[in-house]
């Protein structure tokens, strides 16, 4: 006698993304894992007693996504400060101020000189006047607390003069990355002079803690099931085992360590794809360049809208060491560049150090501006493309990337080439903002055809594109008898609508366990 199920799901359009796409009515879970595709009367022969049924009413049921390359924390500081992710400078600073307004006067409580007013998420590409905000508009929301706007790309941040003294920071420091006119600092931190507000800000355990609760329930609700986070000097490694053993974690977390952890990593002997339950160690990251938005991603002509070609934030002879360090020591290695220089850099160490071995599964974060022979060498060299499709908002006429790069926009963000090339593509969000369907939509609706996907594409590039990138196709990222019970339901089917980006998802499973459900099912 076959044994009931723990969960069935019926009337559903079931998609398994797989190639071809197969679809069916019913699903059924056991353990944790998928044990029946099939349709919705055959189901009720798996439904026990102690058995949850879901009637979908006729919704889409897809694998859960996956977002490749996130920083979990950052959303939950979203959440918990200042959200700047506004549409003018104005209103970016009101927010700042209510913030202010909720921490109180410095002075007010026991910390409240050490406690920083904290804004996260702005693009100035947006504002009519194109400009960072600077230390005189943010001296305006607090002149005694130090106040932090971190641009969206997290490479710029904009700090008040109380936040300058705090960090003994004047312009022309760091190597001129404190932004300065007139030899006094403008409040614009670039690169690694925003490496010390980071250091400033860190939140603590505890805070971590709250952080990454708020994300994980952010994040289900958006339909992620998993998520690889590039992590640095933080508690969060510590915290996400915690909520794991603790049986409160509800996303597949993917560690992607920042380089300056090797050492560690490789003292203790973790390795790639080690760890147990929802928690797994992933790859090595690290810089090559920088961003757009500030002018620091590493091209081989200069930018149009200035006299530069951006900079190194990892010099590609350190950036070779990395990479062969960590290759010979069995881990795969993932490096951020946007720049065509950078991923130039980047696909020259990664075929040092791996020759043809494709089964490492090198990855390059974001490749923004990569010409056919990079795609073709990333084809050759098995390098997973890990890009963020909601960078596409910046590519149509006037918007940023024509700013900064003039006619060249159109050779950004080439997904169609990289795909058609038959190279791996795993979508992630950059928490810019974390949603899975708005990046599908921005993809299904690039404006140029070397960027464009068509739905399924799109999908599967959220879900077993993001699988591949972290070895874990066999278990995850398509709907298959046996795989592990990681699952979304949509309100919607994104094949029968025009604005992708507003479905909504209704259900997550992860393991087999509901972590999500809107009242629309009840």
């Not at 001129?176 to 006119?181: K, L, P, S, Y």
């Not at 996303?251 to 920042?258: F, G, S």
């Not at 590493?298 to 290759?327: C, F, I, M, N």
């Not at 065509?340 to 043809?356: I, N, T």
Request: charged share 30%; glycine share 8%; with cysteine.
């Amino acid at each position: 006698m076959t044994a009931a199920a723990d969960l069935v799901l019926t009337d559903a359009e079931v998609h398994t993304l797989t190639d071809p796409d197969e679809t069916y009515e019913a699903l059924a879970v056991r353990d944790g894992r998928l044990v029946r595709l099939t349709n919705a009367y055959d189901v009720e022969f798996l439904v026990g007693t102690d058995t949850r049924v879901i009637d979908l009413a006729g919704r889409v049921v897809l694998p859960g996504f996956v977002d490749a390359h996130t920083h979990l924390p950052m959303v939950g500081r979203r959440l918990v400060h200042a959200d700047l992710s506004v549409d003018s400078r104005s209103d970016a600073v009101d927010r700042l101020r209510e913030r202010a307004a909720e921490l109180g006067d410095a002075g007010d409580d026991g910390d409240a000189t050490d406690g920083w007013v904290q804004g996260f998420g702005y693009d100035e590409s947006r504002w009519t006047d194109d400009r960072y905000l600077t230390r005189g508009e943010l001296d305006e929301v607090s002149d005694a607390r130090p106040v932090v706007a971190f641009r969206e790309d997290m490479h710029v941040a904009s700090v008040n003069s109380a936040a300058l003294d705090r960090l003994g920071l004047e312009a022309g420091d760091h190597g001129g990355d404190v932004r300065g006119e007139d030899g006094r600092a403008t409040g614009v931190l670039v690169e690694t002079a925003v490496d010390d507000v980071w250091d400033a800000v860190a939140p603590s355990r505890a805070e971590t803690r709250t952080l990454l609760t708020a994300a994980q329930r952010h994040a289900n609700e958006r339909g992620v099931t998993g998520v690889h986070d590039m992590v640095r000097n933080s508690f969060a490694p510590e915290v996400y085992r915690d909520l794991d053993a603790a049986g409160e974690l509800s996303l597949r977390v993917r560690l992607n360590y920042w380089s300056d952890h090797l050492d560690s990593l490789l003292d203790v002997g973790l390795r790639t794809n080690h760890g147990a339950g929802l928690v797994t160690v992933g790859a090595i990251k690290t810089y090559t360049d920088g961003s757009f938005g500030g002018r620091t991603a590493k091209l081989s002509e200069p930018y149009a809208d200035a006299e530069t070609t951006g900079q190194w934030v990892v010099p590609p002879a350190e950036l070779h060491e990395l990479v062969t360090r960590a290759d010979a020591a069995g881990l795969q290695v993932t490096a951020h560049a946007i720049g065509d220089e950078a991923v130039d850099a980047v696909l020259d160490a990664f075929e040092a150090a791996s020759g043809d071995d494709r089964e490492r599964r090198h990855r390059i974060e974001h490749a923004e501006l990569a010409d056919d022979e990079a795609i073709e060498r990333m084809r050759e060299a098995g390098v997973v493309a890990s890009v963020q499709p909601n960078f596409l908002k910046w590519a149509d006429e006037g918007g940023l990337y024509e700013r900064r790069l003039g006619s060249r926009r159109t050779e950004t963000n080439r997904y169609r080439a990289m795909l058609d090339a038959g190279v791996a593509l795993a979508f992630g969000s950059d928490c810019m903002p974390l949603d899975p369907l708005l990046g599908v939509s921005h993809a299904v609706d690039a404006p140029h055809e070397a960027q464009r996907l068509s739905v399924t594409e799109a999908l599967r590039a959220y879900t077993a594109g993001g699988a591949y990138a972290g070895f874990d196709e066999d278990r995850l990222g398509t709907l298959s008898v046996g795989a592990r019970a990681d699952l979304v339901a949509l309100d919607e089917s994104p094949w029968e609508t025009d604005a992708v980006a507003d479905v909504d998802p209704v259900l997550t499973v992860v393991d087999g366990r509901v972590v999500y459900e809107s009242t629309s099912l009840a």
